[in-house]
């Protein structure tokens, strides 16, 4: 009866689709209507893309030159399966597609900005309900192969390789699942002397190939909940479990664990990939979503250096990195840091290493909008801006966006050589835009903190503040005032110290509802805001002392998303 009231109501919204197109709609078993895509595409359908369109191009909190995943992907949104090859970089991304399940979107471009969407390359079937977390590896004659976390229950690790020149055809491989879990998300095997050896089966890492054999990792999160829950703050243990293991301590913390294979479809355990250290990570943060790639050592790409990077999100705090040395199949960390500390707001990174041997990531960022707002304009899930990694020359971590976002400036604005006193702030008059790249160079002197107001509303109710703060020694960003309506008030920000006498660079990004800072190559925060007042102003200011402006460049940035 309700299928036949669903074809009804249709019928008198769409009149054409009760005479010669009844064949191309169907109703599915909880009402709603389908449109049956082997058969002619009905007017109303087209029509209704054109307007649905049309209403994400007026979605004033939809960003324009980050990318935004299309047609109400949502959540999760992680960024997955990166790869680079023949000038093209690819790239997908984790949504539950609408009747289907959790599936891999896919985009490709050449200059980062402008993306290309192939049909999605995994979804449900196969062996598998689904298709969680993972990463890619791309071989010299264009061979790559996709590596996935097989939902639900006890499945494990899939791999599914590329048919065609173009990657639009992808084929699960016929082993799946190459690593089989126990239970979800982990694997209890025996050792050669019949013990039992527990480790994670999930979220697998991008492959690897190294003398002769491929690599990959996965991740701890469910081993962390089962075995290693024992303690204020640490996920709940399992009720349906054995209970906890005599040395669950051990289990705690972030962990990954290491297989290799000769042909790609026998995969052995070999241990732990590296030693988690109290000393930089809780015992309740886990390990997922890993990317283990080489380190630059510069900006542009060129020779190697000889450390590695490992990207990495825990779920309750967000995404983070190791540093360190590779060798005889272990990780040795050399330090760790973060990319959002008071919440997970920036998280589930995806790395790639392109022709120019430039190392890239993508980040998801938390749509924190209300649901009513996301089911209106049809759309979730958008990622940071793509960032260049490389090693500096102190061991440590530097970032900046890509160079090819300079293709978007346009409209020009510099002022140079003037003072901001301190405990003022000085307006910089049409020096702002909804979409806007600024570049400021400033001698913070004796202030305590100096730095930007960006998305000022006319009458001061609404900012959002980007600083450095010399107390704190911290480069944050303020987000209590960014908004009159929703959002994540907080005060968010990273360690970072100016050296004696260095200028303070901040380049800042506004695209709507997502504001990025990066200082001077060593540290970056990336928050969604979303200012209702819509204000445009650009404001300087200091606390504490003068700071000496030296530049300030401005540019309107060219929108880069189809809609």
């Given at each position: 009866m309700n299928k036949i009231i669903s074809l009804l109501m249709l019928i008198m919204l769409f009149p054409q689709v009760g005479n010669t197109q009844t064949d191309t709609i169907k109703a599915s078993a909880d009402s709603r209507i389908l449109w049956v895509t082997d058969k002619p595409v009905p007017k109303f359908i087209i029509q209704s893309t054109r307007d649905f369109r049309e209403r994400l191009l007026g979605d004033h909190y939809r960003p324009a030159f980050h990318f935004c995943e299309p047609e109400g992907a949502g959540s999760p949104g992680?960024?997955?399966?990166?790869?680079?090859?023949?000038g093209q970089y690819h790239l997908m991304y984790l949504y539950n597609r609408e009747g289907r399940g959790f599936s891999w979107g896919h985009i490709s471009s050449s200059d980062l900005l402008h993306w290309r969407h192939h049909p999605d390359a995994i979804g449900p079937g196969n062996g598998d309900e689904g298709c969680f977390s993972g990463g890619a590896f791309v071989d010299k004659n264009g061979k790559a192969v996709l590596s996935y976390w097989q939902l639900w229950g006890a499945r494990g690790i899939g791999l599914a390789e590329n048919n065609d020149k173009s990657f639009d055809k992808w084929t699960k491989s016929s082993s799946n699942p190459v690593i089989k879990s126990t239970d979800w998300g982990i694997t209890v095997a025996k050792d050669k002397n019949n013990r039992d050896v527990i480790y994670g089966s999930a979220d697998p890492s991008n492959i690897w190939f190294k003398d002769g054999q491929y690599y990959m990792l996965t991740g701890n999160l469910l081993v962390l909940r089962k075995y290693g829950s024992h303690g204020t703050g640490l996920p709940a243990n399992d009720p349906h479990g054995p209970g906890l293991p005599a040395d669950s301590v051990s289990f705690q913390g972030d962990?990954?664990?290491?297989?290799?294979?000769?042909?790609?479809?026998?995969?052995?355990?070999?241990?732990?990939?590296?030693?988690?250290?109290?000393?930089?990570?809780?015992?309740?943060?886990?390990?997922?979503?890993?990317?283990?790639?080489?380190?630059?050592?510069?900006?542009?790409?060129?020779?190697?250096?000889?450390?590695?990077?490992?990207?990495?999100?825990s779920h309750n705090k967000g995404c983070q990195y190791y540093i360190g040395s590779y060798r005889n199949d272990m990780f040795y960390p050399d330090n760790h840091g973060r990319m959002t500390w008071n919440d997970n707001a920036y998280f589930a990174p995806e790395a790639l290493v392109d022709g120019k041997g430039r190392q890239i990531m993508w980040s998801w960022v938390f749509d924190d909008r209300p649901d009513s707002i996301k089911n209106y304009y049809g759309w979730t899930g958008s990622f940071?801006?793509?960032?260049?990694?490389?090693?500096?020359?102190?061991?440590?971590?530097?970032?900046?966006?890509?160079?090819?976002?300079?293709?978007?400036?346009?409209?020009?604005?510099?002022?140079?050589?003037?003072?901001?006193?301190?405990?003022?702030?000085?307006?910089?008059?049409?020096?702002?835009?909804?979409?806007l790249e600024l570049e400021i160079t400033m001698l913070p002197g004796n202030s305590k903190k100096c730095g930007v107001m960006v998305c000022c509303s006319k009458d001061g109710r609404e900012k959002t503040i980007l600083y450095y703060d010399a107390l704190k020694k911290k480069l944050m960003c303020d987000a209590?005032?960014?908004?009159?309506?929703?959002?994540?008030?907080?005060?968010?920000?990273?360690?970072?110290?100016?050296?004696?006498d260095e200028p303070l660079v901040l380049h800042v990004f506004v695209d709507r509802s997502i504001v990025e800072v990066f200082a001077n190559d060593r540290q970056a925060v990336t928050r969604n805001i979303y200012p209702e007042l819509r204000g445009t102003g650009v404001k300087l200011f200091s606390e504490g002392g003068d700071v000496k402006v030296l530049s300030v460049k401005a540019w309107e940035m060219t929108p880069a998303n189809p809609y």
């Open positions: 992680d960024p997955n399966g990166a790869f680079y090859y023949n962990h990954l664990y290491l297989f290799a294979s000769k042909d790609l479809k026998q995969w052995e355990y070999l241990h732990e990939f590296y030693k988690s250290d109290r000393r930089w990570t809780d015992k309740t943060e886990d390990n997922m979503c890993p990317s283990f790639l080489p380190l630059p050592s510069g900006p542009d790409g060129g020779t190697m250096s000889d450390k590695y990077l490992l990207l990495f999100i940071g801006l793509p960032r260049s990694l490389w090693l500096g020359e102190d061991g440590t971590l530097r970032m900046r966006p890509v160079k090819e976002l300079e293709n978007l400036r346009q409209n020009e604005k510099v002022k140079r050589n003037f003072t901001v006193k301190a405990g003022s702030d000085s307006g910089l008059d049409d020096f702002g835009s909804e979409l209590t005032g960014s908004s009159i309506g929703f959002g994540r008030k907080i005060v968010e920000g990273g360690p970072f110290e100016l050296k004696p």
